[in-house]
C-alpha cells in the first residue's frame, strides 16, 4: 500500500515505461498478455493495476536468430505483438504517434508502443528501416551486446569500434522517419557517434547511472551530461546487476534517480524496468503492480509534484512529442 497522495498522484500522471521483454513469453506459448498471470512481470492487468498508462514493447532479436533472420523473427514477434493488443482492445491499443498516445490514455486504455531491441531486423537495408516505420516501429535500440552491421555493441567495447557507415546513415534516417534512437546495450564509441550525428533528442530505453553502480550497460557522467543536453532521457533500468552490485533495492533505484537529478536535472529521468527481461528484481519493485511505490519514494525524497510527473512519464513524453512530431 502507498499513501493517498502518491496513490492520487501515481493515478493522475502519465505513467510510461520505456522497455520490457514480455513479448517473448507470449511468443513462446507461455502466457497471454491479456490474462493476468502469477508468472513474470507483466501483462495487461497487471499493467493496469500498476498504473502503467504508455508501455514501449521490446521485439527482442534473440542470438540464434542473427544475422541472417532478424526481419523473419522480428515480423514474428510483430505478429503476436498485434494479436495480442487486438485481442485485448477494450484494455489496450498501438500508439503511433503523440497524439495517439494523449487519445488511447484518456480512453482509459494502455498506449503500446513497438520498439526493437537489436537493428538486425534492418538486414543492413535502409529501404527495410522504412518499412519497419510504417509497420509501427517507433523506437529501435541499435544493437544488443554483441556487434551488429550498425554498431559495436557493449559486449564488443574491447574492440574501441563504435557506429560503421551504415549505422550513421541508419541514425540519420531514423531521425528523418521520426523514429527514437535508443543507446542502451550500445559500446561507449557507438554512444559519441550517435551524439556526432543525430540531430534529435536520443534515449537509453533502460540504463542507469556507472558512477552509482559500475556496470558497462549504465552511462558514465560524460554520457549523461551529453544525453541532457540534447534534450534526451534515461529509464532507470531495474535489472538487479545495474543496480548495486551487492544489494539491489528500490531505494537503490531511487538513489540513481537523485544522482542523475542532481547531476542533470529531474527532466532527463524516467522508467525503463526491463521486466521480463530479468530473472530477479529489487526488493520492493517484484512486478509491475508495485509501480506505485516510485511515485510514494520520490515524494518521500522531497521530489516536487511536477518532478514526480516528469519523472514517472512526461520526460519520455516530451521526447515522443518532439521526434515523432504531434
Given at each position: 500500500m502507498v499513501s493517498t497522495k502518491?496513490?492520487?498522484?501515481?493515478?493522475?500522471?502519465?505513467?510510461?515505461?520505456?522497455?520490457?521483454?514480455?513479448?517473448?513469453?507470449?511468443?513462446?506459448?507461455?502466457?497471454?498478455?491479456?490474462?493476468?498471470?502469477?508468472?513474470?512481470?507483466?501483462?495487461?492487468?497487471r499493467l493496469r493495476e500498476g498504473g502503467v498508462d504508455v508501455q514501449f514493447f521490446a521485439h527482442y532479436i534473440e542470438p540464434d536468430y542473427k544475422p541472417d533472420r532478424g526481419l523473419l523473427r522480428f515480423m514474428q514477434i510483430a505478429d503476436v505483438f498485434y494479436r495480442e493488443v487486438e485481442e485485448n482492445s477494450d484494455i489496450a491499443q498501438v500508439a503511433l504517434s503523440a497524439r495517439d498516445i494523449q487519445r488511447i490514455t484518456w480512453e482509459g486504455r494502455i498506449a503500446c508502443i513497438l520498439a526493437v531491441e537489436g537493428a538486425e531486423a534492418m538486414q543492413g537495408d535502409l529501404s527495410v528501416l522504412r518499412m519497419l516505420h510504417r509497420l509501427g516501429v517507433r523506437c529501435i535500440g541499435l544493437t544488443w551486446n554483441q556487434r551488429n552491421q550498425l554498431a559495436d555493441g557493449v559486449g564488443e567495447m574491447r574492440t574501441g569500434g563504435g557506429l560503421t557507415t551504415l549505422g550513421v546513415k541508419?541514425?540519420?534516417?531514423?531521425?528523418?522517419?521520426?523514429?527514437?534512437?535508443?543507446?542502451s546495450h550500445l559500446s561507449d564509441p557507438g554512444f559519441w557517434d550517435v551524439v556526432d550525428c543525430t540531430d534529435q533528442p536520443f534515449i537509453a530505453t533502460h540504463s542507469n547511472a556507472r558512477s552509482v553502480c559500475d556496470h558497462p550497460r549504465n552511462l558514465t557522467d560524460e554520457q549523461i551530461d551529453s544525453l541532457a543536453e540534447r534534450g534526451g532521457v534515461m529509464g532507470m533500468n531495474f535489472a538487479p546487476a545495474f543496480v548495486d552490485a551487492e544489494r539491489a533495492t528500490l531505494d537503490r533505484v531511487l538513489d540513481h534517480v537523485d544522482y542523475i537529478s542532481d547531476r542533470v536535472g529531474p527532466a532527463h529521468?524516467?522508467?525503463?524496468?526491463?521486466?521480463?527481461?530479468?530473472?530477479?528484481?529489487?526488493?520492493g519493485l517484484e512486478d509491475v503492480t508495485r509501480m506505485p511505490r516510485i511515485t510514494e519514494g520520490l515524494l518521500e525524497r522531497g521530489y516536487s509534484d511536477?518532478?514526480?510527473?516528469?519523472?514517472?512519464?512526461?520526460?519520455?513524453?516530451?521526447?515522443?512529442?518532439?521526434?515523432?512530431?504531434?
Open positions: 502518491a496513490g492520487d498522484l501515481h493515478s493522475r500522471f502519465t505513467v510510461v515505461d520505456t522497455h520490457v521483454d514480455t513479448l517473448l513469453a507470449a511468443v513462446h506459448g507461455i502466457r497471454s498478455l491479456g490474462v493476468r498471470s502469477h508468472s513474470g512481470h507483466v501483462d495487461f492487468p541508419a541514425v540519420r534516417e531514423m531521425n528523418r522517419l521520426g523514429i527514437i534512437v535508443d543507446v529521468v524516467g522508467l525503463g524496468s526491463d521486466f521480463d527481461g530479468i530473472r530477479d528484481t529489487p526488493e511536477d518532478d514526480v510527473q516528469a519523472i514517472l512519464g512526461g520526460n519520455f513524453l516530451r521526447v515522443c512529442r518532439q521526434v515523432w512530431g504531434g
